[in-house]
């Protein structure tokens, strides 16, 4: 079960990376994106008996505004949020079944098969 969090894990952890936008700047600002998206970090796997955890968080202080959206710097408009850290959640809650199926299916034959 372990392995399966793992590779849960790193599956989240790759999406997650692949979906998180980056910040473009003009030209001679001096500015480069990508801070949100290598922001991203897995941590240790804790076990509570009866599951895995591991979390995977994002340090950097506006990762929930561009996650969920937030007020313009003149407080007239919106920015609509970009639900990259949601989507991925939706996904993996779909795929992790099948993710776990495969390596314990895995496993049995390696048990009864040698």
Not at 18 to 42: C, D, E, I, Q
Not at 44 to 53: A, K, L, M, Q, V
Not at 67 to 74: L, S
């Amino acid at each position: 079960m372990e392995a399966c969090a793992k590779e849960i894990a790193s599956r989240t952890l790759r999406m997650l990376i692949k979906r998180t936008p980056v910040g473009v700047y003009p030209t001679g600002s001096g500015r480069t994106g990508g801070n949100l998206r290598r922001g991203w970090t897995a941590g240790t796997i804790i076990d509570s008996g009866d599951r895995y955890e591991i979390s995977i968080i994002n340090p950097v202080e506006y990762a929930a505004y561009v996650e969920f959206g937030h007020r313009t710097r003149d407080h007239t408009g919106w920015v609509q949020g970009k639900f990259f850290m949601t989507k991925t959640e939706i996904e993996m809650n779909r795929m992790a079944p099948k993710i776990v199926e495969r390596k314990i299916l895995k496993e049995l034959e390696r048990c009864f098969n040698g």
